[in-house]
């Protein structure tokens, strides 16, 4: 294998170690210290913006397109990041409409939670 081979792969393995750390701050994110809450916020707020206007995660695209350098056969992960590596790790992966719907049901409840809060708070 080519060392260029390696170091793109190794970069979209950063990026989607990268992209399961954001996923579990918008999963957990509530539990995080008062200081960190802010950046909990926005990172669902984000990935809800990314969903609805660009039709899955941005950095799943950015994986994807780097692990594509190094793989131009490689297919589109045409059920989303989430199905794509949930059976690349034992084939249990979920159904991508459950995943889209689920998901968009969480960040968007999330949000509304946030707001909710926020207003209280104040």
Partial sequence: ??????????????ISILHALIV??????????EEYQSAHFVILFATWVSWVWYGSC????VEYRVRKHADPALRPY???????HLRHLGDLA??????RVAGLCYLSLA????????W???
């Fill in 1 to 14: 294998m080519a060392v260029r081979t390696v170091v793109i792969n190794r970069t979209a393995d950063v």
């Fill in 24 to 33: 579990l701050v918008a999963a957990l994110g509530w539990w995080l210290p």
């Fill in 58 to 61: 941005i950095l799943a695209e």
């Fill in 78 to 84: 045409s059920k989303g990041y989430l199905h794509y």
């Fill in 94 to 99: 979920p159904s991508y409409r459950f995943i």
């Fill in 111 to 118: 949000i509304v939670l946030w707001i909710i809060r926020a």
């Fill in 120 to 122: 209280l708070i104040t």
